[in-house]
């Protein structure tokens, strides 16, 4: 079965760093554009970057482009995003998605809190 399991997530000061795993399991990684979202306090969950099969294309939301950077290992069926400057706004829980057959697959989220 797919099984995305997050890790990483932590407190952290404005202007501080955290780098975010997600290990895929349960399907063929190298085959698969990986997402992450992030969900806020009341707020909906909102996707924030993408990248391709190959990991030669991604894309960000506008809100964290230049701070963060998604990437991913096939041989380790590991996708990354790597958080720097974080401010405050950026705290929430961050998932990594995978469509797999048209089915959308969530991990259980890492809580990333932002707060001097």
């Known amino acids: 079965q797919v099984q995305l399991v997050e890790s990483g997530g932590g407190l952290v000061q404005p202007g501080g760093s955290l780098r975010l795993s997600c290990a895929a399991s349960g399907f063929t990684f190298s085959s698969i554009t990986m997402n992450w979202y992030r969900q806020a306090p009341g707020k909906e969950r909102e996707w924030i970057a993408a990248i391709s099969t190959t990991g030669r294309t991604t894309d960000y939301i506008d809100s964290v482009k230049g701070r963060f950077t998604i990437s991913r290992d096939n041989a380790k069926n590991t996708v990354h995003l790597q958080m720097n400057s974080l401010k405050p706004e950026d705290t929430a829980v961050y998932y990594c998605?995978?469509?797999?057959?048209?089915?959308?697959?969530w991990g259980q989220g890492t809580q990333v809190t932002v707060s001097s």
């Open positions: 998605q995978a469509v797999v057959y048209s089915n959308r697959y």
